[in-house]
């Protein structure tokens, strides 16, 4: 599935979550430990935290160009927006559930209830939220690849129709290769790698 639509041309800034505590946990459980409960929706560890100071630089290199945000409604992504970004420039955030992380079965992936994330961050926009909870989520199933990409070509579709002509975007690692691995005609090698923690790719978007 392919985005072949060539209307827009807007460039794209994209960071991937600094490290989150079903990370650390992963080095020593490996993956059982997405599953644990203890894990649901987690916050950065201090190594996250550390990522992001050392990420802020390039956000700030960019930040005054970009029209809007977007980041995913998971806390590891928000917590990675608000220490990186500064919501002070006064761009406009919005949450979105098109760029969350690839859904079901690891409770790592699904997140809180909407009135506590707003509470949290009363300044960014939930709008495309309608769900206190997350219907998103199941632990029967986990989102396909067949499934995510055809998520991430409704996200290209909403950003196509968006007014903003450069955009950033706090989403995940797995989003990512599908969105460049799936769903665009991308030629870059480097757009297709996988995305480490805290890690910032630019990229111009023809859609």
Same mark, same amino acid.
């Given at each position: 599935m392919r985005?072949g ?7 794209f800034e ?5 490290f989150?505590l ?7 459980r490996?993956?059982?430990?997405y599953?644990d409960p ?12 550390a990522?992001?100071?050392? &990420?802020?630089?390039?956000v700030e290199?960019i ?5 809007? /945000?977007?980041? =995913?409604?998971?806390?590891? +992504? @928000?917590m990675?927006?608000?220490?990186a970004?500064d ?11 098109l ?7 690891n409770?790592?992936?699904k997140?809180?209830a ?6 949290e ?12 909870d ?10 396909t690849?067949?499934?995510m990409a055809?998520r991430g070509?409704i996200? &290209? ?7 903003e002509?450069?955009i950033?975007? /706090?989403?995940? =690692?797995?989003?990512?290769? +599908? @969105? ?9 090698p480097?757009m297709?790698?996988?995305?480490e923690n805290?890690?910032?790719?630019a990229?111009?978007l023809?859609?």
């Amino acid at each position: 599935m392919r985005a072949g639509i060539k209307e827009r041309e807007f460039p794209f800034e994209q960071p991937r979550p600094a490290f989150a505590l079903h990370n650390e946990a992963f080095k020593i459980r490996g993956r059982a430990a997405y599953s644990d409960p203890a894990f649901l929706d987690p916050e950065l560890t201090a190594l996250g935290i550390a990522q992001c100071g050392t &990420l802020k630089p390039s956000v700030e290199a960019i930040q005054d160009s970009l029209d809007l /945000v977007v980041v =995913s409604p998971l806390r590891r +992504t @928000l917590m990675t927006a608000a220490l990186a970004f500064d919501q002070r420039k006064g761009t406009p955030w919005v949450a979105h559930e098109l760029v969350r992380e690839r859904i079901g079965k690891n409770t790592c992936d699904k997140r809180r209830a909407l009135t506590e994330i707003k509470q949290e961050y009363p300044s960014i926009d939930f709008a495309h939220m309608t769900h206190e909870d997350d219907v998103c989520w199941t632990p029967h199933h986990r989102e396909t690849p067949a499934e995510m990409a055809k998520r991430g070509l409704i996200f &290209l579709e909403w950003l196509r129709g968006r007014p903003e002509a450069r955009i950033g975007v /706090v989403t995940h =690692s797995a989003f990512l290769s +599908t @969105l460049f691995g799936e769903v665009l005609d991308c030629h870059e090698p480097d757009m297709k790698r996988w995305f480490e923690n805290a890690e910032l790719r630019a990229v111009r978007l023809h859609l």
